[in-house]
């Protein structure tokens, strides 16, 4: 079974600073797409950033990136100039392509508060 | 327009009793999941369907059961319910059945109290 680690339970940053939560998972597949979600207190759970492990290239969307590592099964997120809407719980998810179930496996989560 | 949509967004109910959680997705989605959220906020899959079909059941006691009278909807049912099933129930749903996979769409979430 996949397993997905977030091993920062709780980060604080800044606001305009740069943080960045780590997260590593463990599988024996090639092929798979890893997922960065966001939990705000609303409960909302709201798709960041997706990278699909076949791409060398790290995906980046806006002030959000990944540093993706295959071979260390690493897949942390960059948050660039940190908002304080950008308080909220941050998931990291695991999916597998070669299973053929779509499921997200995802880590235990990152609290982070953007302090004013 | 909400793409993924649950009701009720709060439950709260008396050990034994049977309940329902609503989902529809706007999205023409073929695909659609229930996952849930513990007290400690670690999410777990429970249900995957396609086409009205399960595809996947993750060890969830038969007290769950999911039924999808077409596409855009797939309910949950939980029968007699247990202080245990308090949590936060996700609905999902994802565009394609297919080793291309899609990105999953979450619905707003259904806190379900159980007293």
Same mark, same amino acid.
């Given at each position: ?11 604080s ?15 024996? %597949? *090639? ?6 979600? /966001?939990?705000?207190? #609303? ?7 997706? @990278?699909e ?7 980046? %969307? *806006? ?6 590592? /295959?071979?260390?099964? #690493? ?7 940190? @908002? ?13 392509v ?19 | ?39 400690k ?14 595809i996947?059941?993750?060890?969830v006691?038969?007290?769950f ?6 596409k ?11 202080l ?18 899609d990105?999953q ?11």
């Amino acid at each position: 079974a996949q397993t997905v680690t977030q091993s920062q339970p709780e980060m604080s940053v800044q606001e305009a600073e740069t943080v960045t939560l780590s997260c590593t998972y463990d599988t024996s %597949e *090639n092929n798979y797409y890893l997922f960065w979600y /966001k939990q705000p207190p #609303s409960r909302q759970m709201i798709l960041v950033i997706r @990278q699909e492990a076949y791409k060398q290239q790290n995906a980046t %969307e *806006n002030r959000f990136s990944v540093n993706f590592q /295959k071979a260390a099964k #690493s897949f942390s997120l960059k948050i660039s100039d940190s @908002q304080l809407g950008d308080t909220a719980m941050y998931f990291c998810a695991f999916m597998s392509v070669q299973t053929g179930a779509n499921n997200l496996f995802f880590g235990t989560g990152t609290r982070l508060t953007v302090i004013p | 327009d909400t793409a993924v949509s649950q009701t009720p967004k709060y439950l709260v109910t008396q050990m034994g009793n049977d309940k329902s959680i609503k989902c529809e997705q706007n999205l023409g989605h073929d695909t659609m999941y229930w996952y849930k959220q513990d007290s400690k906020k670690f999410l777990k899959i429970m249900f995957s369907y396609n086409n009205k079909e399960l595809i996947i059941n993750e060890t969830v006691p038969n007290r769950f059961s999911p039924k999808s009278p077409d596409k855009a909807h797939l309910n949950l049912h939980i029968n007699s319910l247990e202080l245990g099933d308090s949590a936060v129930y996700f609905c999902a749903s994802s565009q394609i059945w297919s080793r291309g996979t899609d990105t999953q769409y979450f619905g707003p979430g259904t806190r379900l109290t159980v007293l």
